[in-house]
């Protein structure tokens, strides 16, 4: 399995950038959980968001909650991020990710089968 992120850059802060995921290999399966989960230098990778195979139910890291919307297209196999309200504290690698299913509402890095090469997201202040 592959996972191609694009749409990374330099926002100002308050505003809004869409990141992008794309899967694609023979082992890659629609019935699965995708997300992403972020890291700052520095600082350890945390959990942004996950989204389940269906659409039907999201999950957010509560620094995201309220800003952030996750949502896929399974004809496409992508996932997309809408990051909005930007803050300087949201500037980080993003790194897409497939896994199983959340527990609990926790995605836990130990649950990713497979990561995305990273999008830089820098925000200006």
């Known amino acids: 399995v592959q996972l191609q992120a694009s749409g990374g850059g330099l926002v100002q802060a308050g505003g809004s950038l869409r990141v992008s995921c794309a899967a694609s290999?023979?082992?890659?399966?629609?019935?699965?959980?995708m997300g992403w989960f972020r890291q700052a230098p520095g600082k350890e990778r945390e959990f942004v968001t996950a989204?389940?195979?269906?659409?039907?139910?999201?999950y957010y890291g509560d620094s995201v909650k309220g800003r952030f919307t996750i949502s896929r297209d399974n004809t496409k196999n992508t996932v997309y991020l809408q990051m909005n309200s930007l803050k300087a504290e949201d500037a980080a690698v993003y790194y897409c990710?497939?896994?199983?299913?959340?527990?609990?509402?926790?995605?836990?890095?130990?649950?990713?089968?497979?990561w995305g090469q990273g999008t830089l997201v820098t925000v200006s202040s």
């Open positions: 290999g023979r082992h890659f399966s629609s019935y699965t959980t």
């Open positions: 989204i389940s195979w269906d659409g039907r139910s999201a």
């Open positions: 990710a497939v896994g199983s299913a959340p527990v609990g509402g926790k995605w836990y890095m130990s649950m990713i089968n497979y």
